[in-house]
């Protein structure tokens, strides 16, 4: 399959691909003058491309043709409370490979997790390099990740025409969705998963409770789990 590289912009003619991405291609796929690869950009836009010239640093394609890439439907936003360290990463890199087009990371009463300041920001750069790295990889769109921001914020802002909340009492309320719905919210709790408040505050705020099965998954798992049975039903 032909490698692609991610870059902030893209338009027919030389493109300079340097950092991450010149790594990517160059010394992990060890990529040649000539070879072909693919190009995209966080508009959506796709090129075709060819390798013109490899410096240890930096690198020079040619891009023959920009096209616009398909968007997937629906549009998938996930609700990802915190969760500790590496697993918060490993749920986002899934996130990316799966499809989710956005991932807004959301405080809930219990989380172990707290950020503030200059490390949330921090800590939301990260989690957006992480999750770059798997869309190129995988191939699929760049998910914005924002916050974190309070679950009420994070529920006000919500504009999905069809929204859920991961709930592992709702057993009678398999997760489900109009086939021909726009764009799906799913909302995700914490280790400790999501108060009752938190979930009435959620149901006023037009999610319904759904069940993603007998078991009960891990914080970092629900997510994924569910918008890869979203993406994956939808096609």
């Given at each position: 399959m032909?490698?692609?590289?991610?870059?902030?912009?893209?338009?027919?003619?030389?493109?300079?691909?340097?950092?991450?991405?010149?790594?990517?291609?160059?010394?992990?796929?060890?990529?040649?003058?000539?070879?072909?690869?693919?190009?995209?950009?966080?508009d959506?836009?796709?090129?075709?491309?060819?390798?013109?010239?490899?410096a240890?640093?930096?690198?020079?394609?040619?891009?023959d043709?920009?096209?616009?890439?398909?968007?997937?439907?629906?549009?998938?936003?996930?609700?990802?409370?915190?969760?500790?360290?590496?697993?918060?990463?490993?749920?986002?890199?899934?996130?990316?490979?799966?499809?989710?087009?956005?991932?807004?990371?959301?405080?809930?009463?219990?989380?172990?997790?707290?950020?503030?300041?200059?490390?949330?920001?921090?800590?939301?750069?990260?989690?957006e390099?992480?999750?770059?790295?798997?869309?190129?990889?995988?191939?699929?769109?760049?998910?914005?990740?924002?916050?974190?921001?309070?679950?009420?914020?994070?529920?006000?802002?919500?504009?999905?025409?069809?929204?859920?909340?991961?709930?592992?009492?709702?057993?009678?309320?398999?997760?489900?969705?109009?086939?021909?719905?726009?764009?799906?919210?799913?909302?995700?709790?914490?280790?400790?998963?999501?108060?009752?408040?938190?979930?009435?505050?959620?149901?006023?705020?037009?999610?319904?409770?759904?069940?993603?099965?007998?078991?009960?998954?891990?914080?970092?798992?629900?997510?994924?789990?569910?918008?890869?049975?979203?993406?994956?039903?939808?096609?």
């Amino acid at each position: 399959m032909t490698p692609r590289a991610l870059v902030d912009a893209l338009a027919p003619g030389e493109l300079v691909i340097t950092g991450d991405e010149h790594h990517y291609l160059f010394r992990v796929r060890r990529l040649t003058i000539g070879d072909p690869i693919e190009v995209a950009d966080a508009d959506g836009r796709v090129g075709s491309a060819r390798v013109l010239s490899i410096a240890a640093d930096t690198a020079v394609v040619v891009v023959d043709e920009v096209r616009p890439a398909p968007a997937a439907i629906p549009r998938i936003t996930i609700l990802q409370a915190l969760i500790k360290g590496e697993r918060m990463e490993w749920c986002v890199e899934k996130l990316a490979e799966v499809g989710a087009d956005e991932i807004v990371l959301i405080d809930t009463a219990r989380a172990v997790v707290r950020l503030e300041g200059d490390r949330a920001e921090a800590r939301r750069a990260r989690l957006e390099q992480v999750a770059r790295a798997a869309a190129r990889q995988s191939r699929q769109a760049v998910p914005t990740v924002v916050g974190p921001m309070s679950l009420r914020d994070a529920l006000a802002s919500t504009r999905a025409a069809t929204r859920l909340v991961c709930h592992p009492a709702a057993m009678d309320q398999p997760m489900g969705w109009p086939r021909d719905t726009a764009s799906v919210a799913i909302l995700v709790g914490p280790e400790g998963g999501l108060t009752a408040d938190e979930v009435d505050r959620a149901v006023a705020a037009g999610f319904q409770p759904a069940s993603l099965g007998a078991g009960v998954l891990r914080a970092e798992t629900a997510g994924v789990v569910a918008c890869a049975h979203v993406r994956m039903t939808a096609r």
